[in-house]
């Protein structure tokens, strides 16, 4: 009576408090070989945002590359032109856009990205599988994990309910597109990296807050859930704690 009565949204607070002050001392770490590269957006029209887009694409495919991820494409609509470097996605080369996005629909590798915050905005977990037209589709970080011949599937990724609980972000390393497509940045630099590609500057263009309190990206959120499935160290949930969830209140 008092857990699912008139007090349950202090039993939520409370468990929420809890969850937050232990996860933010949780030690994650970073995802391997990493990098984030983040086109400012700052003083360009949109235009000139595609085409930067275009040319650091390009540069990723000639420095060899191993993945190119795009957590937060630029905005399109449904009626846009596609802009001509959308060819790529198209191609051999492993580039990962969201499921839904307008690139979407010429691209063989997507994956779901939807961020769920719980009702006082922090964003503590994150589902690997989604429903979507009919069929389960995975989630952008999985379907990047996926796609690695190097990765050993853990059983319980197979489970449609199956959630990774957040803690805290552990960086990796970033760099402008100034600097990746500058005549001193050393060639072949970035072979076999995975490179996650956005114009969301750290901190001023966050999309959610963790229990640790840091304001992340979309790419960095990527970064992280791709780091701890790839890692087998996710934070889950054990399968008993649902059972646990209904056993207490009827004991």
Avoid: C
Avoid at 16 to 33: I, K, P
Avoid at 62 to 77: G, S, T, Y
Avoid at 173 to 180: A, H, K, M, N
Avoid at 183 to 191: G, M, Q, S, T, V
């Amino acid at each position: 009576m008092l857990i699912y009565g008139p007090l349950a949204p202090w039993f939520i607070s409370a468990d929420r408090f809890l969850y937050d002050t232990f996860a933010s001392n949780v030690r994650t770490s970073a995802l391997e070989n990493a990098l984030i590269i983040s086109i400012d957006p700052a003083r360009k029209s949109r235009d000139e945002v595609f085409v930067e887009y275009g040319r650091v694409l390009e540069t990723l495919q000639n420095q060899e590359v191993e993945r190119i991820v795009l957590a937060e494409p630029p905005v399109m609509d449904d009626a846009d032109e596609l802009p001509g470097w959308a060819a790529m996605l198209s191609g051999g080369a492993n580039i990962f856009v969201p499921a839904g996005h307008r690139l979407a629909d010429v691209a063989n590798r997507t994956g779901v990205f939807v961020l769920q915050p719980d009702t006082d905005d922090v964003l503590r977990k994150s589902r690997l599988w989604h429903l979507r037209g009919g069929n389960m589709s995975p989630s952008l970080p999985l379907a990047v994990a996926l796609s690695s011949n190097d990765y050993s599937a853990d059983p319980r990724v197979s489970a449609a309910d199956f959630e990774i609980y957040l803690s805290n972000y552990t960086p990796v390393d970033r760099l402008t597109s100034e600097e990746i497509l500058g005549p001193d940045y050393p060639a072949k630099a970035l072979i076999g990296k995975t490179v996650f590609l956005d114009t969301a500057p750290e901190l001023v263009s966050a999309a959610a807050i963790l229990p640790s309190g840091q304001f992340v990206t979309s790419s960095e959120i990527s970064a992280q859930l791709l780091a701890g499935i790839e890692q087998g160290k996710p934070i889950i949930s054990p399968s008993w704690v649902r059972a646990m969830e209904w056993l207490a209140p009827v004991l």
